[in-house]
């Protein structure tokens, strides 16, 4: 999730030596960075909401590659760094209220560390769900146990899915739900919140914060 921040004059000369195929491998890392930035910029001149999914090891396996191809269940989970690589698009973009970055993670260590406090501090950042490897059961309700305490629950985007199963979609939402609300049943019996309360966050929970978070 490396971000960068470049002048216009700069990256202009970037995106010229890109172009002319004399840039080197430092070079193409740094233009990566700084599409995601400028991919924010516009998201917020159009309107639009940017998501972003690191943390993915992709083919890890060569031998598998080779003989199968790709999306053959050998992508794993990595260590993700947020606070620094996304410093530069924060300072860019970051503060503005009329954009919306949806984070997400495979790194489960980075949720109270980096996410939870980057989410709450920031207009622009929202958390998305527990994402692929996690979304399950136990890695919802540790989503919700490391990132409510800092970041609450109207810093995230209560559940969305973007599953190929179409078959299954319903099934994860109703499982989402379910895991939700036991959260939330376990802080009124902790006497954290009140039933009423409850009942409200459940609501935004499963339709109304990711209707907003959309725009939908």
């Known amino acids: 999730a490396e971000t960068a921040n470049l002048s216009d004059a700069a990256a202009q000369e970037l995106f010229n030596r890109i172009r002319r195929g004399s840039d080197d491998e430092r070079e193409r890392k740094l ?20 998501q972003i999914h690191p943390g993915s090891w992709r083919n890890h396996s060569p031998a598998v590659f080779q003989k199968f191809g790709r999306d053959k269940g050998f992508d794993i989970p990595t ?12 300072d860019c973009v970051g503060l503005e ?3 919306t970055v949806i984070l997400f993670t495979l790194d489960e260590t980075s949720y109270a560390r980096e996410l939870a406090p980057l989410a709450g501090v920031y207009p622009a950042l929202k958390l998305g769900p527990a994402w ?16 409510t305490e ?32 036991a959260f939330l049943a ?13 009942h409200e966050l459940a609501q935004e929970l499963a339709y109304t914060l990711a209707k907003k978070a959309y725009r939908l």
């Open 132 to 147: 692929w490897f996690h979304d399950s059961p136990e890695g919802m309700r540790r989503f919700r146990e490391m990132t």
């Open 97 to 99: 209220r009329d954009l």
């Open 31 to 50: 233009f990566r960075a700084q599409m995601l930035t400028e991919m924010a910029k516009m998201s917020r001149d159009d309107g639009l909401v940017l």
């Open 79 to 90: 260590r993700t760094d947020y606070v620094t690589a996304l410093k530069p698009l924060l």
């Open 186 to 198: 376990r802080l009124v019996a902790e006497h954290r919140l009140r039933e009423d309360e409850a």
């Open 150 to 181: 800092t970041a609450g629950f109207y810093n995230t985007v209560g559940f969305n899915d973007d599953t190929r199963a179409f078959p299954s979609i319903s099934a994860r939402h109703d499982v989402a739900r379910r895991v939700d609300c």
